[in-house]
């Protein structure tokens, strides 16, 4: 017997009203942390998953997010909505959830990565590649958060051999993930591994009072572009490692 699409109707519902409360809305505060983002330069994750809510109510839908990802998207949704209402006052708390939200999200991906691989493109483009971004953005994040509780103003303050150097490692970190996610999967993890690096980008775009903090951004931003594109020859080229998604597609 078929779902229907009454099936799980209390999540479903929750889901839709998470989203519209929650994970539409991002903030950037006034204070200017020694790494931060034009906000101009960034799209919110979170409304790429606009597909998401609707695709629940299809049976391919149901059986990842709403049998799969159960309480985990609700979840994702208070912990960013948490964050973003302590930024501005509090950015010791803020940064506390910016880890809560940073693991709900890792959890989320772990789940679909192991138990509920993209069987058809439809599955691919509401469901995994929507949460890839959300969870690159979420490590973003965490580490603009750090900056913003314990950074000096990059405005009032220049950048002291300390903040050089958890800068330059902060940047890394970030380049690493990217490469992470370049070969997370044999095919790799294409979204997770862009918006790490058009965040760095961005990073490089507004970092201008600090030489030093400027054109480092720049360097690793460059590198998680050829991460990027090795990302893409993954994409592009057929892997050895096992059968590509038009293939899975035609087993029942």
């Avoid at 906000?39 to 409304?47: A, R, V």
């Avoid at 391919?60 to 049998?67: A, L, Q, V």
Wanted: proline share 4%; net charge neutral; with cysteine.
């Amino acid at each position: 017997m078929s779902d229907s699409w009454k099936d799980g109707i209390s999540l479903k519902i929750t889901n839709i009203i998470v989203y519209f409360a929650f994970l539409g809305s991002n903030i950037y505060s006034t204070h200017c942390p020694r790494l931060e983002r034009r906000p101009t330069l960034l799209l919110h994750p979170g409304l790429s998953s606009s597909g998401t809510i609707i695709y629940q109510f299809f049976q391919g839908g149901k059986k990842i997010i709403i049998d799969g990802i159960s309480w985990g998207f609700p979840l994702l949704g208070f912990f960013n909505a948490t964050y973003v209402s302590l930024r501005p006052t509090n950015a010791y708390l803020a940064l506390v959830f910016s880890f809560f939200v940073s693991v709900t999200a890792t959890y989320i991906y772990l789940t679909l990565i192991r138990f509920h691989k993209a069987e058809t493109y439809i599955d691919k483009i509401f469901i995994h590649i929507p949460f890839s971004l959300y969870h690159g953005w979420t490590i973003v994040l965490a580490s603009l958060a750090a900056f913003d509780a314990f950074g000096v103003n990059s405005i009032t303050e220049s950048a002291g051999i300390w903040t050089k150097v958890f800068v330059c490692l902060t940047l890394a970190s970030l380049t690493g993930s990217a490469a992470t996610y370049s070969r997370a999967t044999p095919e790799g993890d294409l979204p997770g591994s862009i918006v790490i690096a058009w965040s760095l980008w961005a990073i490089f775009a507004h970092q201008t009072s600090s030489d030093f903090v400027h054109w480092s951004s720049l360097f690793f931003a460059v590198v998680a572009l050829l991460w990027v594109v090795d990302g893409i020859r993954s994409v592009v080229v057929p892997s050895r490692n096992g059968p590509r998604l038009a293939d899975d597609e035609g087993t029942v």
